[in-house]
């Protein structure tokens, strides 16, 4: 009988880090097998992770470099592949390279990424997919208390008495901490769902605030006012432990935020607004939880801080139970951001325009010529509008493991950019929709077949282990650029034997991650940041004591409700919003290729409430047509009351029918992340001629 091994490793997919066995078989990555020691899923896991490794053995893996001569692909040797690159990269001046990293590759290979842009291509123009979901949050956040990560810890959910969801389908995106918000509901906590659509997370909820999409500053603004109204604030919180406590009353008092004006705007009954801001300013502790629709809007930072100011404003931060949770999308997108794959920062946050952040990374690198210099570089939807508005200022993208033709706002912008460069590098597993425009692809291997370490969206660092050997000639991320790096003369500067040499240079130069090491992180209960020294057991839960600010208090960053950048009109009066379902993943490069998870979801549709159906002479299974101002597709109608009337839903998964074709690219102002949450459309029936 042929042995079985069992290799421990995390879920390839969202932020939550669930842990599981990976089943191998002469050789073979064959299933995945529960591992109960984790605290953060407890052997349990949903659908995507277990069958996550369905498409490891894809045979439509890539396997070989490629090099696009006369138009097409053809196979080369690595050293065919890293030379070519090499001399093409050369040709450019640093200000004419971008980069863009991974959420789903380890911290090493985007610490690694983050060198080579810096150090190699001489350049701050990197970013990654983490601009698209929660940019908003890493700056907003910062703003408020310091630090832009989530406060408490995901086994602390269970723990609270009031659980407030905003913006976050929780039960399909991070079905794992929705177990947590059940557990807390099974305790005894009250279970608010405030969100457009009914989705499967509004179960269990005592109280649903079913309220338009890119109106939760003013219903955050609402709730603040009730709860100053009715003395329900918590003074020895807001004395002690914040300041900016006047500027928050100027902006939440004023008549526009009464709770008569709010359920206007918001579409909300005013007593359940008021019942809401009850329950979270007094039930002992409130654990607000958010995700993507809170961060994807025109205004997400001012929606991140009004989340921000409402804890503040309750007392409800630093203690268990409690705090400002969001919940990042993809496995890896906080240790992305953590290791500095974002145009304004080195590993921990630390500035590049900060002049001894910049010496520091300097000195420790020794690249004879210098790195970038101190000044920040563009966001990645800042990049598509360079290409665009300015042809020949960024001339070349090396892209590691993100397909911006699908999941970039306004897809036809995306590739009138992509035109507009002359040399694109693609390393990934799969052909994707971007290696369309590339010149050099770079097959790399999957999460099964490498170690490294994530850190999962409560800040836990957490170890994988290589499981299997990749097809073909696949290679390590940070081999790979390893190797481009020689090839343009900087090998001094990559010549790791091994990952963890990586992981303890990342630890020696950032002071969130100073106590870790592979040793420490081999336990399974791995380690939350900050732990700064071997003996420091790791921070579960932020801002105990004081905040992370300069002077160590919270602050209170309050703003007027503005409405999203493109509303319902009569041309097109329907307001549309694109997420995610439970069985698939982001672009679906992965779940659409594992059979079973294929099998549940085939394709896309468009949600759309039965009232406005009904006006417009649709029913449910039709093919119908949805129109925006950028496109229109043809997808089928799933009529349903769930959503809110005057919504309309689209998952952006399916090439063949992409949401983000119809999408905007409107930004907000300080982050740059684009609204996909909010444009105006049209429904059409089609007719049969
Ligand atoms: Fe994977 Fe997230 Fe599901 Fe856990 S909850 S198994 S991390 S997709």
């Not at 920040?376 to 993208?397: F, H, Q, R, S, W």
């Not at 090396?398 to 507009?420: C, Q, R, T, W």
């Amino acid at each position: 009988m042929t042995d079985l091994k069992f290799v421990p490793t995390t879920c390839p997919y969202c932020g939550t880090g669930c842990s599981f066995n990976l089943v191998v078989k002469d050789g073979k990555v064959v299933g995945t097998a529960p591992a109960q020691r984790s605290p953060v899923n407890e052997g349990k896991l949903c659908p995507k992770g277990m069958y996550s490794f369905e498409f490891i053995n894809s045979p439509d893996r890539l396997t070989q470099p490629m090099i696009r001569k006369n138009g097409e692909l053809v196979p080369v040797s690595w050293d065919e592949a890293t030379t070519y690159i090499a001399e093409n990269l050369k040709k450019y001046k640093p200000s004419e390279r971008c980069a863009l990293s991974s959420a789903r590759v380890s911290n090493e290979e985007n610490y690694v990424m983050m060198k080579f842009a810096r150090g190699v291509l001489k350049t701050n123009h990197l970013d990654h997919c983490a601009r698209l979901c929660h940019s908003s949050t890493v700056a907003g956040l910062a703003g408020s208390f310091g630090s832009g990560a989530m406060t408490n810890s995901i086994t602390d959910i269970s723990e609270s008495k009031c659980i407030f969801i905003i913006g976050s389908n929780t039960f399909e995106q991070h079905p794992l901490i929705g177990r947590r918000e059940v557990m807390a509901k099974q305790n005894g906590a009250k279970y608010i769902y405030a969100d457009p659509r009914r989705t499967h997370t509004c179960g269990p909820a005592d109280l649903f605030l079913q309220f338009h999409s890119g109106t939760d500053v003013s219903l955050l603004n609402g709730m603040m006012q009730i709860i100053i109204k009715n003395g329900w604030e918590d003074k020895e919180f807001i004395e002690k432990r914040t300041k900016g406590y006047e500027d928050l009353k100027n902006i939440v008092m004023k008549d526009e935020y009464s709770v008569e004006n709010v359920a206007k705007v918001t579409g909300l009954d005013p007593k359940d607004i008021e019942t809401a801001a009850d329950w979270i300013a007094n039930s002992g502790a409130t654990a607000l939880i958010y995700s993507m629709g809170i961060t994807q809007h025109t205004v997400g930072v001012d929606n991140v801080h009004a989340c921000a100011n409402i804890q503040l404003l309750t007392g409800n931060l630093g203690k268990r139970g409690a705090g400002v949770n969001p919940l990042r999308g993809q496995n890896n997108v906080q240790g992305a951001c953590d290791m500095g794959a974002l145009p304004v920062s080195f590993t921990g946050y630390q500035k590049v325009t900060d002049p001894a952040s910049h010496k520091k990374f300097e000195d420790a690198w020794k690249f004879p010529d210098g790195i970038a210099p101190a000044e920040n570089g563009y966001e990645v939807t800042i990049m598509m509008n360079v290409l665009t508005d300015n042809p020949g200022e960024l001339k070349a993208m090396y892209i590691m493991g993100e397909n911006p033709l699908l999941s970039d706002p306004d897809i036809n912008h995306v590739k009138e950019a992509f035109e507009n460069l002359e040399f694109v590098v693609v390393q990934d597993i799969f052909y994707t929709e971007t290696c369309e425009y590339a010149d050099v692809i770079l097959p790399a291997v999957c999460f099964a077949e490498r170690d490294g370490t994530q850190t999962n969206t409560e800040r836990r660092v957490q170890r994988w282990h290589k499981a299997a050997d990749g097809p073909g000639e696949t290679m390590e991320d940070w081999k790979i650029i390893s190797m481009v790096a020689a090839k343009m003369g900087y090998a001094d500067q990559f010549a790791w034997n091994d990952i963890s040499e990586i992981f303890d240079e990342v630890a020696e130069l950032t002071p969130q991650y100073h106590g870790m090491s592979y040793e420490r992180l081999s336990h399974a209960d791995a380690l939350h940041w900050p732990c700064k020294t071997p003996e420091d057991p790791g921070t579960p839960i932020l801002h105990k004591e004081k905040f992370l600010t300069p002077d160590g208090l919270g602050v209170f960053l309050p703003a007027d409700w503005q409405p999203p950048a493109e509303v319902p009109d009569a041309e097109y009066p329907l307001q549309f919003t694109t997420g995610r379902c439970l069985f698939h993943w982001h672009t679906g490069t992965m779940t659409r290729r594992s059979a079973t998870l294929d099998s549940e979801v085939p394709t896309g549709w468009i949600e759309i409430n039965a009232e406005d159906a009904k006006e417009i002479g649709i029913r449910d299974g039709e093919m119908v047509r949805a129109i925006t101002r950028r496109d229109s597709l043809t997808v089928t109608a799933r009529v349903t009351s769930t959503i809110k009337k005057g919504t309309t839903f689209m998952p952006f998964h399916f090439i063949e029918c992409p949401a983000n074709l119809l999408t905007h690219n409107a930004l907000d102002p300080v982050c740059k992340i684009p609204e996909f949450k909010a444009c105006a459309m049209k429904v059409e029936k089609i007719s049969k001629e």
